[in-house]
């Protein structure tokens, strides 16, 4: 650990007041098809010493690239163009891989973003701790064991000796996660680069986790440079903001200011359409984006009238046979709701919570082990052949992954069409009359029509989907998750279309959401789901306000941005 | 960040939320919003993929110079005399064993025949014999791939432990088992060697009909209320045909050398035919006077498989990207 | 794990079953008449007359039903007995039997070769950063990959034979005699295994545990050590199933090149002389060492891979992915 020290440089600044991370004028290039690209431009980036400084924007914003280049680990296609990078004493863009090795892992680690690909999956959870002792010599040979399990227990692992000898597929995502941070903090670096350290947990683990994160830094003094694209987990957790977009710095300051007083166009977009950071707020229409969703449609249709209904659904998935009798996983237990038409009932939960199992048994796509399915009255249930095939025609179902759903080789007015052919609604003229009209219903323009979905962007994609979604005019459509693949901003603008054509058309909606905030935009009742089961069921209005059950209590205030009591004065004040 | 990292993604991003807020802000105005932030549509299209082509292959030489010895190779098999005028079949005893030489470029052999034109000539048996075998394979594996795929159940289990069956046999040896029960001459070989490789075709397109099967797109399809046979016909075959043909591409060079190692063991064609291999087995006899019998045909051999196979990885990358 | 051995094992048994089975039909019945086959199709077919082919098919119970013939046959198989070749009369095990240990030899020793080169090429060529470096490693295993074995060995008779005279050209003078038909038979393997392993290793490279390992702060050396070769050698391993049942395959072309006593040159003369029982004798043994090795390879998956152990099946699903 001593090696870090100094190298001859006699610091002209009092070690106390300098900043440990100091970056300046950074830029980053990749090559790509044949030409360059520049990710990251002229970034200005200072840490100091235990402190948390949240990098923030969406994907693409070079954020990631920035934090990488800190360390120098680019891809073999990427490198760094110019700029500074000065670490305590020492400028790290010039050190040789020998020297830059000594740093990596022993003065700043990483906590990289998906724990579920970061760990060698043939070795053993303490060895890969153990690693960091091994190559910086902070172990014996004999001592390197224990002290792995001694940093696993640091890290949150309870019975850290049996889970040192587990392979990473023995555990579980949020677990997998504490190993990396096992392994960030293994040498007790000055500095951690956290790169959207838990995005890819389900809201309650990710707080458990980053509020043990801050817990242990705190405790040693070291810095984290918190790479996120989520701006309600920025809030909650950093001193200081720094605002990234397309390769730029557009923003930086310290938490409180930016959210209170953001200058640039784009933060304050980016404030706008983070949905957890208005939820506070009684429905708050803070920016232009977010307006027109918070229109939630009152009385487009009579009340009441039922267009599709669950009662005692049960649905049971037989696990693999391994010998002895045969088990099964209940993924939906005695699930009953009512989708009303012109309204939104969304299903709420985390994920393995059967919500989208229930949709599909609704869709009848899964056959359901117990329970009924009505549609309109009419028993749907056991329907099969033909007739189901015709009940095809009055529910529709749109997708999460609209990367995923639409052919790759068809055009967009083929997809758009084909609900259209099956049935032989019409003749080809007037297909695509219909196929236009669709398109500019979901504010495409009809240029899109002979392109391919590879060529289309995420967003535009997802409106294809649901233009396919409403040709045959359906009474119910089933959205899936349908925003969670997109980006805030990009989100917004597709659940203020969903709205739209919810108030146009009359139509009903089973919106399955794993986030609140979205739901909370958009339904008009809540079913929340943990474990197959529906807890808590009610208005909107009501059970965010008043939630009666614990989980949904719990679910509510994991919710980031919403955490701490001086974020939620915060949010209001800006709201007002 | 894997995904941030490729530059492309960076592009795409940035063009996908300009080009959604102004979707937006245009919303029903009837313009054409998106054509001013594209500017890849209409015209300029098109001289954009000519312009791209030409640079794929400014890049490749080395993919240039296969697809041109491959060509070579076809007019050989279809229009031998356009490359050799000489009579592959006609010898003249006193110009036996002379080496390669500006009229005579493979040398001649131990009748005074030409052996480049018989080289030239013996295309037509070897490219016949590789096409059948490619098309027996292609066809057989793909169709039991494709009933398996869909069948499922206790259709899919037997055909697909016939086809490790199949992988079990040593496909070398299976070749010879099927050539000592139909006998010999091109055709039969060629046949021997296809049914060898079914079960490589069998198991891409079974795997790609399940992939493609359970790809969210055709539960789409179906859940929009489209019958099994129309989603087959129009989601699945079209996407799953893909690697099975590249499949075909890359074994097109596998087959020569089955092809060509059969007729070295003297079950091809018979001896007065120049084919591939039985030119290289008759030099064999003068190996240590004649080299150039040996090893010029083989040669051919080398450079036809390495040809195919180089157009073939390129096939195969412009499938992945396609995807 | 009892269980998954029990499993496996069955599964092999199943499989040879079925390889005789094939083998049976395809051998007995697809020529229509084995005894005309076998007895008529020789060299001189004139010498039997109609009287002794129906003796002969009373004699090997071709008078029987087939489904009776079937079953006759295979209880004998299981009891170790394929008959008596045609041509020597001996019987089918003993003959193969005793060109076991030469042809195992030839083929221990060009797997050695195989394993060696092409680990050592898969491993430079992931580990050098010059890209024109690694680009010429990888384009050797295609190169390789695209040779006609016949061709290689007399390429390398022509040249360390005759040549220099290094080494012996034909048969089996101990060691040394064993180093040209040995490099000749490594060569597709070698080929096989680089690519695989190159392609593994530098697509493990990219995965983001190898990043997790650079930002601890270990060296490109301990990486590929520690790291991605054992993530990689998964799909080689399997691979390592396939070379070994086409090393006895190729061992009938290259013994036939270097004429050296073995399994390989007793297959080819049983196919010019449609010794079908020796035939299909070959081609169970070719299944059951193809077999054998699977099941230990896949006895090993568990130790290199702690993932697999929970999927008993999964060892299956990689073999052939590579063929």
Request: charged share 20%; net charge positive.
């Amino acid at each position: 650990m001593g090696a870090a020290a100094v190298t001859g440089v006699t610091p002209a600044v009092p070690e106390e007041e300098r900043p440990l991370l100091r970056v300046r004028d950074l830029s980053v290039s990749y090559r790509a098809h044949g030409g360059e690209v520049r990710a990251v431009g002229g970034v200005d980036l200072d840490v100091r010493r235990g402190e948390v400084v949240a990098l923030v924007g969406e994907s693409g914003s070079g954020k990631s690239t920035t934090s990488h280049a800190i360390i120098r680990l680019l891809p073999d296609t990427g490198w760094i163009d110019a700029g500074t990078v000065h670490f305590g004493s020492r400028e790290l863009t010039g050190l040789s891989e020998r020297e830059l090795r000594t740093v990596r892992g022993a003065e700043i680690s990483l906590i990289p973003q998906d724990p579920g690909v970061c760990l060698n999956p043939v070795q053993r959870v303490g060895e890969q701790v153990a690693e960091v002792l091994r190559i910086h010599h902070l172990s014996t040979r004999r001592t390197v064991r224990a002290d792995a399990i001694e940093i696993l227990a640091r890290a949150g692992f309870p019975d850290p000796a049996t889970r040192a000898r587990q392979y990473p597929h023995e555990l579980s995502g949020g677990m997998r996660q504490r190993a990396l941070i096992a392994i960030a903090i293994a040498a007790e670096p000055k500095l951690i680069i956290a790169d959207e350290p838990t995005s890819a947990l389900d809201v309650t683990v990710q707080r458990r986790i980053l509020d043990h994160l801050q817990e242990l830094t705190a405790q040693s003094g070291t810095a984290i440079l918190l790479v996120t694209h989520d701006l309600g987990v920025a809030a909650d957790r950093a001193d200081r903001l720094v605002v990234m977009s397309q390769g730029r710095v557009v923003e930086a300051g310290p938490t409180r200011e930016v959210l209170d007083d953001p200058r640039h166009a784009y933060t304050r977009r980016l404030l706008a359409s983070a949905p957890s950071l208005h939820i506070a707020g009684a429905r708050v229409s803070v920016a232009e984006v977010a307006a027109p969703v918070a229109e939630i449609p009152a009385q487009a249709a009579p009340v009441d009238e039922a267009v599709a209904a669950v009662t005692h659904l049960v649905k049971d998935f037989a696990l693999p046979h391994t010998g002895g009798p045969q088990r099964a996983v209940r993924a939906v237990d005695d699930v009953s709701f009512t989708v009303r038409r012109g309204r939104t009932l969304a299903l709420v939960g985390e994920s393995g919570s059967g919500k989208s199992t229930s949709a599909r048994l609704l869709l009848r796509l899964t056959e359901p082990s117990a329970g009924t399915i009505h549609f309109g009255g009419l028993d749907v249930t056991s329907l099969r052949g033909e007739r189901l095939r015709q009940l095809r025609r009055r529910a529709q179902l749109i997708y999460q992954n609209p990367y995923a759903s639409l052919d790759p080789r068809l055009s967009i007015g083929e997809v758009v069409s084909e609900p259209l052919r099956v049935f032989r609604v019409g003749d080809r003229a007037a297909q695509l009359a219909r196929v236009r009209e669709l398109l500019d219903r979901v504010a495409l323009p009809s240029t899109v029509i002979n392109r391919r979905p590879a060529e289309l962007s995420g967003g535009q994609r997802q409106r294809v989907a649901i233009a396919r979604a409403l040709a045959l005019r359906p009474e119910l459509v089933v959205c899936d998750e349908p925003v969670s693949a997109l980006d805030l901003s990009v989100q917004a603008q597709v659940l203020a279309l969903l709205a739209e054509l919810q108030n146009e058309l009359g139509v009903a909606y089973l919106f399955i959401s794993h986030d609140l905030a979205v739901v909370r935009q958009i339904a008009h009742e809540v079913a929340v789901m943990q474990a197959g089961r529906i807890v808590e069921q009610g208005g909107a209005e009501e059970l965010f306000t008043n939630p009666t059950h614990e989980y949904t209590r719990e679910l509510l205030a994991a919710i980031p941005g919403r955490g701490a009591g001086t974020t939620e004065g915060r949010v209001s004040g800006h709201a007002r | 960040m894997i995904n941030e990292l490729a530059g492309q993604t960076e592009v795409t991003v940035d063009r996908d939320a300009d080009a959604d807020a102004d979707a937006q802000t245009h919303a029903y105005s009837h313009a054409d919003p998106v054509s001013h932030t594209d500017p890849v549509s209409g015209q300029p299209r098109r001289a954009a993929r000519v312009n791209h082509a030409a640079r794929f292959f400014v890049r490749r030489p080395g993919l240039v110079l296969s697809i041109i010895l491959v060509l070579l190779v076809v007019v050989a098999a279809f229009w031998p005399g356009g490359l050799s005028a000489r009579d592959p079949l006609r010898g003249h005893p006193a110009n036996s064993f002379r080496g390669p030489s500006r009229s005579h470029w493979f040398g001649t052999d131990a009748l005074g025949r030409d052996e480049y034109s018989r080289v030239v000539h013996g295309a037509q048996l070897s490219l016949k014999a590789t096409l059948i075998a490619v098309a027996v394979a292609f066809v057989v594996g793909a169709l039991i791939g494709l009933v398996a795929g869909c069948a499922g159940r206790w259709i899919e289990s037997l055909l697909m432990r016939f086809v490790d069956v199949l992988l079990s046999i040593p496909s070398l040896l299976l070749s010879l088992a099927l050539v000592t029960a139909l006998g010999y001459g091109t055709v039969k070989v060629a046949v021997a060697v296809g049914i060898a490789s079914v079960a490589a075709f069998a198991r891409v397109m079974r795997a790609e009909v399940l992939r493609v099967r359970h790809a969210t797109y055709v539960e789409a399809s179906r859940s929009c209320g489209g019958r099994w046979l129309f989603v087959l016909w129009r989601h699945v075959l079209p996407n799953a045909i893909g690697p099975v043909l590249v499949l075909a591409t890359i074994d097109f060079g596998a087959a020569i050398l089955a092809v060509s190692s059969l007729s070295y063991l003297g079950y091809g064609a018979p001896p007065p035919a120049p084919e591939w291999g039985t030119l290289v087995a008759t030099g064999r006899n003068y190996l240590s006077n004649a080299w150039w019998l040996t090893a010029l045909p083989g040669l051919t051999i080398v450079a036809t498989v390495l040809a195919t196979n180089r157009i073939s990885r390129a096939l195969d990358g412009e499938w992945v990207r396609q995807r | 794990m009892r269980r998954y051995v029990a499993g496996r094992l069955a599964q092999a048994v199943g499989v040879l079953w079925a390889a005789y089975t094939v083998s049976f039909f395809v051998l007995y019945y697809l020529p229509g008449d084995p005894v005309a086959a076998m007895f008529g199709g020789g060299a001189d077919a004139a010498t039997i007359n109609p009287a002794q082919l129906d003796e002969l098919r009373h004699r090997y119970g071709f008078d029987k039903p087939v489904i009776v013939q079937y079953f006759d046959y295979l209880g004998k198989a299981l009891r170790g007995d394929f008959g008596n070749s045609v041509s020597s009369g001996r019987s089918v095990s003993s003959t193969l039997g005793h060109a076991l240990p030469q042809t195992f030899a030839l083929a221990g020793a060009a797997l050695l070769l195989s394993v060696v080169l092409g680990g050592a090429l898969a491993i430079s060529a992931s580990y050098t950063r010059r890209r024109w470096l690694r680009q010429a490693l990888l384009s050797l295993p295609s190169l390789g990959a695209s040779l006609p074995g016949f061709w290689v060995g007399l390429m390398l008779i022509e040249l360390f034979s005759f040549r220099v005279e290094w080494f012996p050209a034909f048969g089996h003078g101990g060691l040394r005699g064993l180093v040209l038909p040995a490099v000749t038979l490594a060569v597709p393997g070698t080929a096989l295994l680089a690519q695989i392993l190159a392609k593994g290793l530098v697509a493990a490279l990219d995965e983001p545990y190898v990043q997790t390992a650079q930002s601890k702060g270990a060296s490109r050396w301990r990486i590929h050590l520690r790291h991605t070769l054992r993530n990689a050698s998964l799909p080689a391993l399997t691979v390592l199933g396939l070379i070994g049942g086409q090393l006895l395959a190729n061992a009938v072309v290259v013994e036939t090149v270097f004429a050296r006593e073995g399994l390989g040159r007793i297959t080819a003369s049983a196919v010019s002389t449609q010794d079908i029982p020796l035939v299909q004798g070959v081609v169970v043994f070719g299944a059951l060492v193809f077999v054998v090795l699977n099941l230990i390879i896949d006895l090993a998956y568990p130790l290199l891979d702690p993932r697999i152990i929970a999927s008993p099946r999964a060892g299956r699903a990689i073999v052939g992915a590579g063929a």
